[in-house]
């Protein structure tokens, strides 16, 4: 038996435990809840990469369309004990096989104060336009708008505060997670509404250390997010930065808009994501590259957390030497329980 598929195996049986309530044949006792969900998103069409190949003859020509998909599944187990609340989340993508991707604990100590260790993606590094509409992050390479620059998922220790509908916090991460590297990283950030106008901001600092005393590299992140809700409408703007230290003297800055609107048509609901990013050196003679993002999803209701899609994605990128478009067109489903 290979060790993929034995992966894939134990991993499907924890979540047959997890969905059968196995866990749950002990005396749970009045302090115990215990909630399961999930959703599953699939999405099929055409797709141009907007690549230059080389064809039989040696002649170097636009490659062809062709069909392709992108898909993502997750679901997730909550268990509380008091003031103690346990999360775990496995995920399976289009072309990996079956993994968990989060484990937390945390414990509410009191008074809006929550404190925890394990897995966290702090929801105020996501931009309002993330995913453009197709609720995944996997179609950021067909096309669609990423609005994740800023979101980072990890283990480390995580503390927010709530009161109202405002909650902030900080995560502490055993790694650079700028540089991919071994060193720290401090995420810090808040999330909550006045009344129609809702807002998340957040900041990354870290470094990228070998535990040596050796030469320390400096990273940074920022995240500003403002949605206006209506009744049957929404929208939102949100800027992105990250910079990134390549040396002592050279960094990478990375920088994104985007602009997105929400607009109910009947029971349907028609999504427009625009966004304009630039990535640059601030070496001597660095190119800057510069990317423009257009999607359009309409959704369309079949039940209670199902829908039927239809989606257009493009992404034009312009290093001023070469101008390149992938895009995709398609249909597709999501479910949630």
Do not use: C
Request: net charge negative; proline share 1%; no cysteine.
């Amino acid at each position: 038996m290979s060790r993929k598929f034995f992966k894939t195996l134990v991993m499907t049986g924890v979540v047959a435990m997890i969905t059968t309530g196995a866990y749950a044949a002990d005396d749970m006792g009045d302090d115990y809840k215990f909630k399961v969900k999930g959703k599953i998103r699939s999405y099929f069409g055409q797709y141009t990469s907007g690549k230059t190949v080389t064809n039989a003859a040696g002649e170097s020509v636009d490659e062809a369309s062709y069909f392709q998909e992108f898909n993502e599944g997750n679901i997730a187990g909550a268990v509380e004990r008091g003031p103690m609340k346990g999360y775990f989340e496995i995920e399976s993508r289009a072309g990996s096989s079956i993994k968990a991707t989060m484990r937390q604990i945390t414990l509410d100590v009191g008074n809006g104060l929550n404190v925890g260790v394990g897995t966290f993606k702090p929801k105020w590094a996501y931009a309002f336009s993330w995913g453009a509409g197709t609720e995944t992050s996997e179609s950021h390479g067909s096309g669609f708008f990423s609005g994740l620059l800023t979101k980072l998922e990890s283990d480390g220790l995580n503390v927010e505060y709530k009161a109202g509908d405002h909650k902030m916090g900080f995560t502490m991460y055993e790694g650079d997670l700028i540089g991919k590297t071994t060193g720290s990283t401090m995420q810090y950030g808040a999330l909550g509404k006045f009344g129609a106008i809702h807002y998340r901001v957040g900041g990354i600092s870290s470094t990228s250390d070998d535990h040596t005393g050796d030469t320390t590299l400096a990273h940074s992140g920022t995240h500003v997010g403002v949605q206006y809700k209506m009744d049957g409408m929404a929208f939102s703007f949100d800027n992105e930065s990250k910079t990134k230290a390549k040396s002592s003297t050279t960094n990478n800055t990375e920088t994104w808009n985007s602009v997105q609107g929400v607009i109910g048509v009947g029971e349907h609901e028609a999504i427009v994501t625009y966004g304009m990013g630039s990535s640059k050196d601030d070496s001597a003679g660095a190119v800057e590259t510069k990317t423009t993002d257009l999607a359009v999803v309409y959704v369309i209701p079949v039940a209670k957390k199902a829908d039927f899609r239809i989606a257009y994605g493009s992404s034009a990128e312009d290093d001023t030497v070469d101008t390149a478009t992938t895009s995709f067109a398609g249909v597709g489903m999501m479910v949630g329980f």
